[in-house]
């Protein structure tokens, strides 16, 4: 950070956080508190600063997702306690269990992250089970999260966007898990903001630039409505919602249009107050009064009211056409599922009695745990970590059984995940199944709403081949243990068809010998060679052989190899393949690169590079329209990149969209400006006129953005022409 908090703000903070949450705690606690908050910042090197962002982070904590006081402990003290090294028993004399095992769980995820372990590791792993522990402490984790970005802008620009991608990819998506939409959407808009600069510049302007015709829009389709429900004697609030930018970035993205033609920029929430008996008919019954008003898009209506969503969100959602022919969307929900979808899975807590847990969230930690209990090797723990990344970024398939229980699988998982999912021994005999009352295969692929029943036969076994269908950790992870104690049951055959063949010929049992018999045949391992031969594939006449003649020794001369003037090289070294005028990540020249098609850079754009599959680095415009997926998905493979040196003699090819009138000679203009600039070259140019506006695409040849910039210049001082903007 290069920005220090002083004693004035630090006691702003200070008095905002005893004011409210002062009262959350115990008055005996909140005396603790107040004496070891006291003493470890004038005995200890406990700055301001990082007590400060602990009372914001819990304020966060207690106001946003309605953490209870063990919560806000735990955040105070992880502070105070890790930076001092004080025992964790020193915690529980003071404070009791249950802050304790929240602190340890703090210290155990933030001490990985300080000894700099990357989350794409193999340590992942590791870092799993501590968020698993107790799910308060992946809530805090987020809103840490979220305090950060919400400060970001004291920090660093190399640490904002490592900070921002991180977020981006991890945590903004395990909010949305979560149920944490209010947080998640703030954390996708902040991430945009740093790592997109430009787009989300752009966005936020046409956004405060349309406020005053959106609101006259909203009012105006809210009054009739209201009257409506009024009169249906429903109590209920209304108001208009605006997409956030990361949402509206994401439409103009997949739809590839500008932002003039998103016309679903806001929503109207209809929030009704009624007992919980009634919710279901009474958000129905505003349903009707909408739709009676206005035509229903049937293709875009959501009930998560019937069966809500697995992080607990409920709502009904509908899209209409409303005045002046546009698409509105309606979310319908009672304040209950109001507060579940803004505060996710925590505000569960407050309508189960105020017990501080939830069989959801119980169900999720239980699955999360079953993963991390199944591995053991590289393979597995690589495979427990695509799993959380498909559990994180995924949507998810619900399936019910013969009785109506609802199960709920990746989706893209087959009858053989379910049945594994059911039980490992209805997984291990499954035989295909019967769905929806027609008889499937065990890879037939699981939709939303099927009705599935498992059949089985006490003789079939598990196959390598069932592993190319299935998707879940715990199916593969059955299957694997079951080839394997398949494997280990014929090499105890083998081994002892051997032991009688030797007894039976007057030969002793010789390890050696066997190791070497299993290489010259060509078997990586023993147990592969006694499988071999429980199968009858090993020839044991030409065994007896070699036991009593022995085998022909092969010497093979190898030359010696020295360690003389070998240097390890880095990945980005190995790919190294030519000299230009970039460096990439930490100051690295000469790495092998090309220039991303999707968004052409040239010289001068602000840039950052993406390690290919192959193993090269891509160079993108940091306002690529890949760039957000790109940072989301896989932003462990993001590096730093910057132009460095000149760009002469070097020309990029980039290709530019003119808007405008389509008036007599406005494409001679265009065509005489750009020909009279020095350095850019005109390849080829395209136009398409329509309803009195012309689209022009020009293909240029160019040395630096900053040509780009200066022609731009000059070209929006023709008359007629309204935009222009490089594709």
């Known amino acids: 950070m290069n920005y220090e908090l002083n004693k004035r703000e630090f006691l702003g903070v200070y008095r905002d956080f005893m004011r409210i949450e002062g009262q959350r705690i115990d008055t005996k606690y909140m005396q603790r508190l107040k004496e070891d908050i006291r003493r470890f910042t004038t005995e200890h090197d406990v700055t301001l600063d990082a007590l400060a962002k602990s009372m914001r982070t819990a304020m966060i904590a207690h106001r946003e997702i309605s953490l209870g006081h063990h919560s806000i402990e735990a955040i105070l003290l992880y502070t105070l306690i890790y930076k001092t090294g004080t025992p964790l028993s020193y915690v529980e004399e003071r404070y009791g269990e249950s802050t304790t095992m929240l602190v340890e769980g703090l210290m155990k995820v933030y001490d990985l992250y300080n000894r700099g372990v990357a989350v794409e590791s193999e340590n992942f792993r590791k870092l799993l089970i501590s968020l698993a522990q107790d799910v308060r402490v992946i809530m805090i984790m987020i809103v840490e999260r979220l305090d950060t970005m919400r400060h970001l802008h004291e920090y660093e620009i190399d640490e904002q ?56 829009y909203i009012q105006k389709f809210i009054e009739p409505v209201k009257a409506r429900l009024e009169a249906e004697g429903l109590k209920f609030s209304i108001k208009g919602r605006t997409k956030s930018i990361h949402s509206i970035w994401n439409k103009i993205r997949k739809q590839q249009v500008p932002f003039e033609k998103v016309y679903d920029l806001f929503a109207i929430r209809i929030i009704i107050d009624c007992p919980i008996e009634r ?9 009707s009064v909408v739709t009676d008003m206005y035509t229903a898009n049937t293709k875009r209506l959501r009930d998560w009211i019937s069966v809500p969503k697995s992080n607990g969100y409920e709502s009904l959602h509908v899209t209409v056409m409303g005045p002046e022919g546009k698409w509105v969307e309606v979310q319908i929900r ?33 699955n999360l745990r079953d993963l991390l209990e199944q591995g053991g090797g590289e393979d597995d723990n690589m495979e427990v970590m695509n799993e959380f990344k498909m559990q994180l970024y995924d949507d998810d398939v619900f399936v019910f059984t013969p009785k109506g229980d609802l199960h709920q699988l990746h989706r893209g998982s087959t009858v053989l995940d379910f049945a594994f999912g059911i039980h490992t021994r209805i997984g291990s005999q499954c035989m295909g199944a019967i769905v929806n009352g027609k008889h499937v295969s065990f890879k037939y692929e699981l939709q939303n709403g099927d009705q599935v029943e498992v059949i089985t036969s006490p003789t079939q076994t598990p196959r390598a081949d069932w592993l190319n269908w299935t998707k879940t950790s715990k199916a593969r992870s059955r299957i694997k243990q079951a080839l394997k104690e398949a494997a280990h049951k ?4 083998g081994r002892e068809m051997l032991l009688r063949r030797l007894k039976n ?93 999707c968004c052409n850079p040239i010289y001068g754009d602000e840039i950052f590079g993406f390690v290919s599959v192959s193993g090269g680095i891509k160079i993108h415009k940091k306002d690529c329209p890949n760039a ?11 590096v730093n990149a910057r132009w460095a040196g000149g760009s002469t003699g070097t020309e990029y090819t980039t290709t530019i969209r003119i808007i405008g009138r389509d008036d007599i000679g406005i494409v001679t203009n265009i065509t005489s400006v750009i020909s009279k600039e020095q350095g850019i070259n005109m390849r080829s140019i395209s136009v398409d006129s329509n309803a009195g506006l012309f689209e022009g695409t020009i293909t240029l040849v160019v040395h630096q953005a900053s040509q780009l910039e200066a022609l731009f210049k000059k070209l929006r001082t023709i008359k007629g022409v309204k935009q222009i903007f490089r594709v």
């Open 161 to 216: 966007q490592e900070i921002a991608r991180e977020v981006s990819y991890l945590y903004a998506p395990l909010a949305h898990r979560m149920g944490l939409y209010g947080i998640k959407t703030e954390l996708e808009d902040l991430s945009l903001k740093y790592t997109s600069r430009e787009v989300y510049k752009e966005i936020a302007t046409k956004l405060n630039e349309t406020k005053r015709s959106r609101d006259a």
């Open 279 to 287: 919710e279901k008919a009474a958000c129905w019954q505003a349903f």
């Open 334 to 366: 009672t304040e209950r599922m109001d507060e579940v979808a803004e505060k996710g899975v925590a505000a569960h807590w407050k309508y189960k009695g105020g017990k501080s847990d939830s069989a959801q969230m119980d169900e999720w930690l239980k």
């Open 490 to 493: 014929e090499a105890e055959n």
């Open 505 to 597: 010929w007057k030969l002793e049992f010789d390890d050696s010998l066997v190791n070497r018999a299993a290489r010259k045949l060509g078997y990586k391992t023993l147990m592969d060679f006694y499988v071999a031969i429980n199968q009858e594939k090993v020839n044991l006449l030409q065994l007896r052989d070699w036991f009593v003649d022995g085998f022909e020794e092969q010497e093979q001369q190898q030359t010696p190899r020295t360690a003389d003037g070998f240097e390890q090289e880095t990945e980005l070294q190995r790919i190294t393949a030519k000299d230009d005028a970039l460096v990439i990540d930490r100051n690295l020249k000469n790495v092998d690169y090309t220039l991303a098609r």
């Open 628 to 638: 957000p997926q790109l940072i989301s998905r896989f932003g462990y493979r993001i």
